[in-house]
């Protein structure tokens, strides 16, 4: 490669090699190719270093091994080895449309931009249950809704499978803590403290393949809802009353569904099969698909279900029991 090197691109990965290849793969497409590549491999027992290997006539690549210590301090490692002054991290389920680099280029020209993220969204080739939690946890009919977009109900915080920032940022706040989950919006939330913008680049999307069944995306998203109050510790101001919705609608379909039916007050049913039927019909529209429609209101239930409960675990051994911050699924950090 001829070409100065403007960024390094840090990709952890834990025991997904073919996914890396995906991603890395889309990497050889950019349009913009002055950039180098750190794949950080945490521990994993299906190593990457044949992938990576595989691409060193095609990118600026580096490959290092490390002994397991989670998403966060991994992104870290790669900082300490990177060989420019701004740094973006993928997830290794992602995969970067061709213009990507050249989009994200021009605006860190005409903009004084230390921190960005861009939003994601599913690809058509994706299988329809990965497009169904696609819709769910993009769509404002979930609290998808508050991510990655210019009209959101909390200041936007980019999240680790698309975002960089550069050194003097890094520098400033530490780069991502110990936390196993939301140690990216830890993070956004202390760029923000320490003065610096976030910038929310809606061209510099990214395709999330996201978990591919539904007792993976519970067990993400159980823990999703435990890092909300895990950061409610670190940060109280970074909890707001949307935040609660997912916990309420659980236990409306715990306390509230059972108690409509043994008393036949079945009007109380009326606000669930509305918002289901939003769910379906808004899913319907965005992919003209009747089965990601069907599968958006099933993806729908499993992610407030398990945000919610992940949730009240949190406020039980958190706040009521005072207990030190915790996660659960530990296998479930990278996929």
């Known amino acids: 490669m001829t070409q100065?090197?403007?960024?390094?691109?840090?990709?952890?990965?834990y025991n997904r090699p073919e996914e890396l290849r995906e991603l890395l793969d889309s990497l050889c497409k950019q349009t913009f190719q002055s950039f180098e590549v750190l794949v950080i491999d945490d521990g994993s027992d299906q190593d990457a270093a044949e992938v990576a290997?595989?691409?060193t006539d095609k990118l600026q690549i580096r490959y290092f091994y490390k002994k397991n210590s989670g998403p966060g301090p991994s992104r870290n490692y790669g900082c300490?080895?990177?060989?420019?002054?701004?740094?973006?991290?993928?997830?290794?389920?992602?995969?970067?449309?061709?213009?990507?680099?050249e989009h994200l280029h021009r605006q860190l020209e005409k903009?004084?931009?230390?921190?960005?993220?861009?939003?994601?969204?599913?690809?058509?080739?994706?299988?329809?249950?990965?497009?169904?939690?696609?819709?769910?946890?993009?769509?404002?009919?979930?609290?998808?809704g508050i991510r990655g977009k210019k009209k959101s109900v909390e200041k936007f915080h980019p999240r680790s499978f698309n975002m960089g920032f550069s050194r003097e940022v890094y520098l400033k706040t530490g780069g991502f803590s110990e936390m196993r989950f939301g140690e990216d919006i830890d993070l956004s939330i202390r760029i923000v403290k320490s003065g610096y913008k976030t910038w929310l680049l809606p061209e510099c999307f990214v395709y999330h393949k996201r978990r591919t069944d539904y007792k993976k995306f519970f067990k993400?998203?159980?823990?999703?809802?435990?890092?909300?109050?895990?950061?409610?510790?670190?940060h109280p101001e970074s909890l707001g009353l949307f935040h609660f919705?997912?916990?309420?609608?659980?236990?409306?379909?715990?306390?509230?569904?059972?108690?409509?039916?043994?008393?036949?007050?079945?009007?109380?049913?009326?606000?669930?099969?509305?918002?289901?039927?939003?769910?379906f019909l808004g899913a319907l529209l965005q992919n003209k698909h009747i089965a990601i429609?069907?599968?958006?209101?099933v993806a729908g239930m499993v992610q407030l279900c398990g945000y919610g409960a992940g949730f009240l675990k949190?406020?039980?051994?958190r706040i009521i029991l005072k207990q030190d911050e915790f996660h659960d699924f530990r296998k479930n950090f990278y996929g």
């Open 53 to 55: 290997a595989s691409f």
């Open 220 to 234: 993400q998203v159980f823990n999703s809802g435990i890092a909300r109050i895990n950061l409610y510790k670190r």
């Open 111 to 144: 903009n004084d931009i230390k921190a960005y993220g861009g939003p994601d969204q599913s690809s058509d080739d994706f299988t329809i249950i990965q497009r169904a939690i696609s819709y769910s946890m993009t769509s404002v009919l979930t609290t998808g």
């Open 245 to 279: 919705f997912p916990a309420t609608f659980l236990l409306y379909l715990i306390f509230g569904l059972p108690h409509a039916l043994y008393h036949a007050q079945y009007f109380v049913l009326y606000p669930l099969g509305i918002y289901l039927m939003l769910i």
């Open 80 to 101: 300490t080895l990177a060989g420019t002054g701004f740094f973006v991290f993928f997830d290794s389920d992602c995969i970067i449309p061709p213009s990507y680099f």
């Open 314 to 317: 949190g406020i039980w051994k």
């Open 293 to 297: 429609g069907f599968h958006a209101v």
């Open 4 to 13: 100065p090197i403007y960024y390094t691109i840090i990709i952890p990965v």
